[in-house]
């Protein structure tokens, strides 16, 4: 059973802020299961209980979970001055109060980085994802600007699986990276996987091998994999069985 405050569901749905909602109890006929509510701080069981104000059902959404295949050019925040934010590009629906105040992104991307990008109001799994202890793989498919033999494609791999040593660059300081792992698919592209994520991690690690990174797409965290139906800008809620393995899964 999951038990949650009323004025949470209803501020959740989009009928105003917590105070709001204590005066909308007051003006309108607000029932759960039949039974009138006043009192903001009752118990609703989300996952029977029925809420009607003035006869019309309110639909109780739980903790959001969205994946969205992130565009290139777009910032991972919720505002920017200068660029298009990921969030601007989420519908109507997802800009209630409650969702504004609590809907956040599990870790980001570089503007100019596509791929799998999450949103959630779920604080337990996004500490779980990003917390040090976990160690939760990344895994992103790599351009680089200059083609490598077989050779220097080994060399690289063996490197970044030793964990590499990266140098300080702008404000970011030097770091030893936890070890990684490297799949070739040509002499110019690669999937790496990573189970942390330093400021341009990615890149700074090919930098440190005389190499540059030209394109870069996150394919995976943990077992969810991107969508492949999504296209860039694109994104659609998590089913239940790939909100299951994100909470249950351990690395």
Known sequence: MSLERIDKILSHAGFGTRKGIKKLLRVSTVTVNGKQISDS????NTD????????????????????MNKPSNTVSANKDGLHRTVFDILDEKYRTPWILENLHLIGRLDIDTEGLLLFTTD???????????THFPKTYFVQLAKKISQEEQNTVSQKFKDGLYIPPEGNESEAFLKPAETVWKSSDECLLTITEGKFHQVKRMFRSVNNEVIYLKRLSIGSL???????????????????????????
């Open 41 to 44: 701080a009752f118990q609703v």
């Open 48 to 67: 029977t209980d029925k809420i009607f104000i003035d006869e019309q059902e309110v639909f109780i959404e739980k903790n959001i979970y969205l994946m």
């Open 123 to 133: 604080g337990s799994l996004t500490h779980k994802i990003t917390s040090p202890k």
């Open 225 to 251: 994999h991107l969508d492949e139906n999504l296209k860039p800008g694109d994104y659609r809620p998590l089913t239940q069985t790939e909100i299951n393995t994100l909470q249950t899964s351990i690395f």
